[in-house]
């Protein structure tokens, strides 16, 4: 088991900026793809980025140029750089464990809100 605990979400006006952490604990197998997906209401959910043990990145066109994922292998924790938020960006953004098997693992989400 997997367990996961996002932080990080807020407030924030249209342009600013907002980073998330995401802390993964439990059985942490070598390799592993870590990310970020976002769910706004009434919409379905979505990838956002994702980032493998090697270091490989995948974005959303949607986020390419304003967010950057990235991880600490040694404190099993991603992180999501986003900036230029719009208001578009805002959603729930849950943190993602994909494991070599494929079996994936969630947390709970945490709140992101861009509004002026």
């Known amino acids: 088991q997997v367990q996961l605990v996002e932080s990080g979400g807020d407030l924030v006006q249209p342009g600013g900026s907002l980073r998330l952490s995401c802390a993964a604990s439990g059985i942490i197998f070598n390799s592993n793809v870590m990310g970020w997906h976002r769910q706004a209401p009434g919409k379905q959910r979505e990838l956002v980025a994702s980032i493998t043990t090697g270091g490989r990145t995948n974005y959303a066109d949607s986020v390419k140029g304003r967010f950057t994922i990235s991880r600490d292998s040694a404190k099993n924790t991603v992180y999501l750089q986003m900036n230029s938020l719009k208001p578009e960006d805002t959603a729930l953004y849950y943190c993602?464990?994909?494991?070599?098997?494929?079996?994936?693992?969630w947390g709970k989400g945490t709140l992101v809100t861009v509004s002026s």
């Open positions: 993602n464990y994909k494991t070599f098997t494929g079996v994936d693992y």
